[in-house]
């Protein structure tokens, strides 16, 4: 088993019942996760995975996405742009400053 170095985990508003149902999963959440892995593989970021969980807790603000083990809590995560200004940050070594949240 290969553990990557980053891990990505975008919130898919899973429950319980295993039904997604909230904020993340409205905005398009889901559709986002195949996005991310090609953008991953393309970047040639091998030491990178990327994860759909259940609610992360922060709705008001989602789509949500976290990255370990810097503990980037990132907010608005709706594009592929947005998307495309975290993994530039993340491979640059810093966070996206502008989808941080605090």
Request: one cysteine or more; glycine letters at 10%; charged letters at 30%.
């Amino acid at each position: 088993m290969i553990k990557p170095d980053k891990h990505l985990f975008l919130c898919g508003s899973f429950r319980v019942s295993g039904e997604p149902q909230g904020v993340c999963y409205k905005k398009g959440a889901l559709n986002m996760i195949q996005y991310i892995e090609s953008e991953l593989v393309e970047r040639g970021m091998k030491d990178a995975a990327v994860s759909i969980t259940g609610c992360l807790k922060a709705c008001d603000r989602g789509p949500i996405m976290v990255i370990y083990p810097d503990n980037y809590w990132y907010g608005g995560v709706e594009s592929e742009d947005v998307v495309d200004e975290i993994l530039d940050a993340l491979e640059e070594g810093r966070e996206a400053e502008k989808y941080i949240l605090k």
